[in-house]
């Protein structure tokens, strides 16, 4: 598969801490929005946030979904995330085993 679109999406969310990220993790898996979430911990995230400068830890989701379930899994992490403006960034996937793809649809359908 080079170059071919395809009906995944991998999702980046940002949290504060693991804690938090597996809480949204398992939410979303358990309720079919996401076939797999992937922590990443940690990470550093430097921003601007209200006219001022951050430098904090976090943790980073890599959430493979279908394309059908993006905007259900962004409202979702909206309500759950504690952030005031949760970072929710969808990927298209261009590309990848044939036989991932079909399971990620197949575990993010409703």
Known sequence: MSG???????I????????????????????????????????RSIYRWEGEIHDDREVLLVI???R???????????????????????LPAVGGSRAYLDWVCAESTG
């Open 4 to 10: 071919e679109d395809t009906q995944v999406n991998v």
């Open 12 to 43: 980046l969310v940002t949290a504060p801490d693991a804690e938090v990220g597996a809480r949204l993790a398992r939410e979303l898996v358990r309720e079919r929005l996401a076939a797999c979430v992937n922590l990443v911990d940690p990470i």
């Open 64 to 66: 493979k979904t279908s």
């Open 68 to 90: 059908a379930r993006r905007e259900a899994l962004t409202a979702r992490v909206c309500e759950l995330h504690p952030y005031d403006l949760p970072e929710v960034l969808a």
